[in-house]
């Protein structure tokens, strides 16, 4: 099976391609504060309209629950494409509108029409058969853009895949599908992986595929909480997962028998309140007290952590090691994003996923030190966690 990239055709001229889109984009009062998503489609809208096709995007934006959200609709996206683009850019309201298929066909080569959001109707997240031929209707070819969407059946990845017989990954889905696939399954080696963030359970799968492939595997953040529970700890009011504690077991105990490396935190920042800490130290593990949690690794694990990074041919990360977002707790994330970025820099490939890595290290500057970024948060953890991903399945060709 493989999958046909947009460059692996050619007949674009006088087409209509419809393209699924990733514009779920952070907004504040009507405008896009960051259009980093919106960016990374250009590629690949701009080289099937340098081939003579015409383009249709479409996207969802929030979670307006199947009902028109005005302040969810896709109008600033419009606007801020026809900056990017430097034209004119037609705008369809109402999706279902047989006249508005119409005049989105009659449109010569070249011309740019954005859907308005897709999650205004019910069909789209209800993977409807009926709502995705509609959409059909709107293109001659289907390219998925929109990796982040691509763990989901929704009616513009998965069921639209029914009418399409031409079906194609852009060159952001390509790239996300080849770092995630091909690094995981057949990473250069050292391979180590770096998972934090605050919960278990949205990462078991990931670390259940990952022990059996990584030879070094860091787990920091509130979820190493858990598995220091399972040794028995005395963890204090840190963050951690009761009913995950068997799983965090489980995990260890697997590691145990694997050719991998397991490392946990010896020591950690703590505070006795993370939004106005009055007290502020750094203890070894088991010395944490009930009064107080533990919100960010300590210096001793950064070391132990940055010495074990140090050679890796392959790293993928994903979470932070702490609350970030507070500067007193951000340390041991920005030491372990310059740990990888220095790997990085010698020839390692980095891959990061995951919303809260993104924002590490766009918060430290640091987004462009690393091989990889990947725009899928929980799309990214299914794909590392071995799961079915129903808009990528759809493209897959014998």
Request: no cysteine; glycine share 8%; hydrophobic share 40%.
């Given at each position: 099976m493989e999958i046909l990239s947009v460059d692996k055709?050619?007949?674009?001229?006088?087409?209509?391609?419809?393209?699924r889109c990733d514009y779920n984009v952070p907004m504040q009062n009507g405008k896009i504060t960051d259009d980093t998503r919106i960016i990374k489609s250009m590629e690949t809208l701009k080289y099937i309209l340098d081939r003579g096709a015409s383009v249709v995007l479409m996207s969802h934006l929030g979670k307006p629950e199947g009902?028109?959200?005005?302040?969810?609709?896709?109008?600033?996206?419009?606007?801020?494409?026809?900056?990017?683009?430097?034209?004119?850019?037609?705008?369809?309201?109402?999706?279902?509108?047989?006249?508005?298929?119409?005049?989105?066909?009659?449109?010569?080569?070249?011309?740019?029409?954005?859907?308005?959001?897709?999650?205004?109707?019910?069909?789209?997240e209800k993977d409807d058969e009926s709502f995705a031929k509609i959409l059909s209707q709107y293109g001659d070819i289907y390219v998925n853009e929109a990796f982040s969407v691509s763990h989901r059946k929704h009616a513009s990845v998965h069921a639209i895949g029914k009418f399409f017989d031409l079906k194609?990954?852009?060159?952001?889905?390509?790239?996300?599908?080849?770092?995630?696939?091909?690094?995981?399954?057949?990473?250069?080696?050292?391979?180590?992986?770096?998972?934090?963030?605050?919960?278990?359970?949205?990462?078991?799968?990931?670390?259940?595929?990952?022990?059996?492939?990584?030879?070094?595997?860091?787990?920091?953040?509130?979820?190493?909480?858990?598995?220091?529970?399972?040794?028995?700890?005395?963890?204090?009011?840190?963050?951690?997962?009761?009913?995950?504690?068997?799983?965090?077991?489980?995990?260890?105990?697997y590691a145990g028998k694997s050719e991998g490396m397991l490392l946990l935190p010896v020591d950690a920042v703590i505070a006795d309140d993370i939004e106005e800490p009055g007290k502020i130290k750094k203890?070894?593990?088991?010395?944490?007290?009930?009064?107080?949690?533990?919100?960010?690794?300590?210096?001793?694990?950064?070391?132990?952590?940055i010495s074990a990074l140090i050679g890796a041919k392959t790293i993928l990360w994903n979470g932070p090691m702490g609350v970030f977002e507070k500067k007193e707790f951000s340390h041991g994330t920005l030491k372990i994003a310059r740990a990888i970025a220095e790997e990085t820099a010698k020839g390692a490939i980095s891959i990061l996923g995951g919303g809260d890595t993104i924002s590490a290290v766009n918060h430290f500057g640091m987004y462009n030190k690393f091989t990889h970024v990947s725009t899928g948060g929980g799309a990214s953890l299914d794909f590392m966690g071995g799961k079915e991903m129903p808009g990528i399945e759809i493209l897959k060709v014998c």
């Open positions: 055709y050619e007949n674009y001229k006088d087409k209509t391609v419809l393209i009902k028109k959200v005005k302040k969810l609709s896709l109008l600033p996206v419009k606007k801020h494409l026809e900056k990017l683009l430097g034209k004119k850019i037609g705008f369809i309201e109402d999706i279902t509108d047989k006249n508005s298929i119409k005049e989105v066909k009659s449109k010569k080569s070249g011309a740019v029409t954005l859907l308005e959001n897709l999650r205004f109707y019910p069909g789209e194609l990954a852009g060159f952001l889905m390509e790239k996300e599908i080849e770092y995630l696939k091909k690094y995981i399954d057949d990473p250069k080696r050292p391979f180590a992986a770096v998972i934090g963030g605050a919960k278990i359970s949205s990462k078991i799968d990931v670390l259940m595929n990952l022990i059996e492939k990584v030879d070094i595997l860091l787990i920091g953040g509130g979820m190493a909480f858990t598995f220091l529970k399972a040794q028995r700890y005395e963890i204090g009011k840190s963050i951690f997962e009761e009913d995950k504690v068997p799983v965090a077991m489980n995990i260890m105990n203890v070894a593990i088991n010395k944490i007290p009930r009064n107080m949690a533990g919100l960010d690794i300590g210096p001793k694990t950064e070391e132990k952590f």
